[in-house]
């Protein structure tokens, strides 16, 4: 071969090389960027959140209150079950590089529980707790790592030495439920429900922030991670929520975001022997009451991701384009990825898992879902407990009293074309699919 020919390939292969190189760092430059710019701009959004929430002169996130103490004398508060987790950071690279889920930091403050369970109504969401409770302006940090090693430790120590820690304080109470839900189809009513059930013995976290962020760490399925990596985190945030230092607490339930509703296998394969429920609505009435504060403040709109490619494809054969979808539409596909996800870890979870529509949902929860499904059994004050909170308005925040009015009739009837459309092109399916199951389980497969 002639010599100028080779040094050509050579000079092309090394310019290759080169183009190769600035290609790839460029993308990890701008990955970086983009990562970067993302977490920050949904920090200030957060902060400016809590900013407006708790008043502009209180901060949310300081350690000031807290920095005579140590980290030692912080840990134990913890481990003592007298501090509570209200946040938890994911550090921005991920837990995919690391052994465990290393720089995993958590917030924690002083939850003054007897808000929740004395007023659930009041307090409907875990953020209106941590707004009420003192010490949750200035919450301390710990890495979440060393939190639980101490406990664990401490746990282990004790059990070695012949303790039933169920029988004493502090100990973790294992969850004995989770609810997934539609959003705006009564699963506050729900929460609220299994607050006022019994509330010395119960607590029900309502949308807390630590369980969401864990199951999401490693996006859905848990893929950005290796595996198992989101359920240990989430067991692990959960054991750590689970703490108390109150003997007359028994039972533990969480109610999820909606959003969760994507994370459920992360959920099951976390706590692979709790129950669990997902609450849904009809499709008009669901979209009505999404749609209730104006089409583009809703958040079903805003929340559309992560639209799977046979999703996608299906969308497409009926003609329609995923970019030019309405807000409307929107908000309908992003319900029924939601209820899609649902009923994929309802068949993967067998009778551990539960569809339950909103109809009469209190009727529900006192007949078959808290005794049958959670296995507790009621008295019959407790069953006048959830009677008498499933009359209020689920999240009356200041307005006391408020009313529970029973509105569907009306939202059917005010709803106009194009959300009956959406509803039955994006909804309708996946909602006969969860009454198939609501009905299978509930009537054991007779009726
Ligand atoms: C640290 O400060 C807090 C809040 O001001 C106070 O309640 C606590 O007693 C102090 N602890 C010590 C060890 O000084
Ligand atoms: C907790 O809230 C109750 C009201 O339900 C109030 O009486 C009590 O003083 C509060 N406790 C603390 C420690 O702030
Ligand atoms: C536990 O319940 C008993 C009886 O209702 C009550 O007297 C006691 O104060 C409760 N303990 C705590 C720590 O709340």
Sequence with gaps: MPKGNTGKARRHRELKKIVICFAVCFTIIAIYELSGKGSSARERRRKTKNILRNGAKK??????????????????????????????????????????????????????????????????????????????????????????????????????????????????LQPNGFVFHESRCGSTLVANSLAAMNPPAHRTYSESAPPIAAAKACGIGGKNCPEGRAAELLRDVIYIMGRTDDPNETHLFFKIQSIGSKYISVFTEAFPDTPWIYVYREPVQIMMSQLAQGVNRANCVHQ???????????????????????????????????????????????????????????????????PDHFHILMTDDEKENIQKVGGQYSKGRGKRKAEFKEDSEEKEKNATPEIREAAKFFLQSSFELLEEEANEKYYGGGV
């Design 304 to 370: 559309l991701s992560n639209v799977p490619d046979e999703k996608r494809k299906e969308i497409e054969s009926h003609g329609k384009n995923l970019d030019d979808l309405s807000n409307i539409e929107k908000c309908a596909l992003h319900l029924s990825l939601l209820c899609d996800s649902a009923l994929h870890a309802i068949y993967e979870s067998g009778s551990l898992a539960r569809a339950v529509s909103y109809d009469n949902i209190v009727q529900k929860l006192i007949a078959h879902i808290i």
């Design 59 to 172: 901060k949310f996130s300081s350690d000031k209150e807290f920095t005579n103490l140590t980290e030692e004398e912080k840990i134990d508060l913890v481990v003592q079950g007298k501090f509570h987790l209200v946040n938890l950071k994911i550090p921005p690279t991920g837990l995919n590089e690391h052994h465990r889920y290393e720089g995993v930091l958590g917030e924690f403050c002083q939850i003054n529980w007897s808000l929740h369970k004395s007023e659930p109504s009041s307090y409907p969401m875990y953020r209106d707790l941590t707004k009420n409770s003192p010490s949750c302006e200035r919450p301390f940090r710990l890495d979440i790592k060393k939190v639980v090693d101490v406990m664990r430790n401490y746990d282990d120590e004790r059990e070695a030495k012949g303790i039933d820690l169920e029988n004493q304080v502090p100990h973790s």
